[in-house]
């Protein structure tokens, strides 16, 4: 319907200006008008955004209720500060902020995964490469993305196929939806009586027992 609209609102504008130039005195006001009420029009129906709500909470007001990019902060934290410079991490999923803020290289040159889940002629081969490049790269910390979206297998293949993260990884955190709706973090190796439809991120590091193997 968006695009519709637009278009029927560029001939209405159209034929308000075709209308002003046959009439003198309306012609420098006409303009004007027709911005300052789009302009009124499109402050007041997203007045939550700009005026009322804070920029974590607005956020995840335009993202379907998810505060993903603030929690993408409190990880990188966390992962600046329990790793050095020179570690590699692996985000699960499709969050290359978190590489940015942590300022910690991805373990591949794959940052998201959507390329590697799509059908596509270079798919088995794009797979092969990202593989090849976890076993050269071993990452020290892992971040899943529990987004229940269509690549969660994805997720599920390369923890437990290619990373054998129940036996070489450490969980440290994760972070899950409450009743309230509000995402609480938990740093801890254990998650108990939390629904795993509520979790949103996980995060494992390398266990030292194997680090040391790198």
């Known amino acids: 319907m968006i695009p ?31 911005f300052s009420a789009s302009l ?3 402050l007041i129906g997203e007045r939550q955004v700009f005026f009322l709500l804070k920029p974590t909470d607005a956020s995840a007001d335009m ?23 020179t570690d590699r991490i692996l985000v699960v999923g499709s ?9 910690r290289q991805s373990s591949t040159a794959y940052i998201y995964d959507f390329p590697l889940v799509e059908n596509h002629s270079m798919k088995d081969s794009m797979v ?45 955190g994760f972070c899950y939806c409450n009743e309230k709706g509000k995402d609480i973090f938990i740093w801890t190796n254990s998650i108990n009586n939390i629904p795993k439809n509520k979790i949103l991120w996980e ?8 680090m040391k193997k790198i």
């Open 40 to 42: 009124l029009y499109y």
């Open 128 to 172: 092969h490469e990202f593989t090849n490049q976890l076993m050269l790269h071993h990452p020290i910390f892992v971040i899943n993305t529990k987004s229940h979206w269509y690549d969660e297998w994805f997720h599920t293949w390369v923890l437990n196929n290619v990373l054998y993260i129940n036996s070489e990884y450490d969980l440290k």
């Open 63 to 85: 993202y379907f209720g998810n505060h993903i990019f603030s929690e993408a902060i409190t990880i990188s934290n966390y992962i600046t500060n329990h790793s050095k410079a």
């Open 203 to 210: 995060i494992y590091k390398k266990k030292e027992t194997e």
């Open 95 to 103: 969050e290359p902020e978190i590489y940015f803020y942590s300022q």
């Open 4 to 34: 519709a609209s637009a278009i029927y609102f560029g001939i209405f504008c159209d034929a308000i200006f075709d209308w002003s130039i046959q009439r003198e005195k309306y012609k420098k006001i006409i303009a004007p008008i027709i």
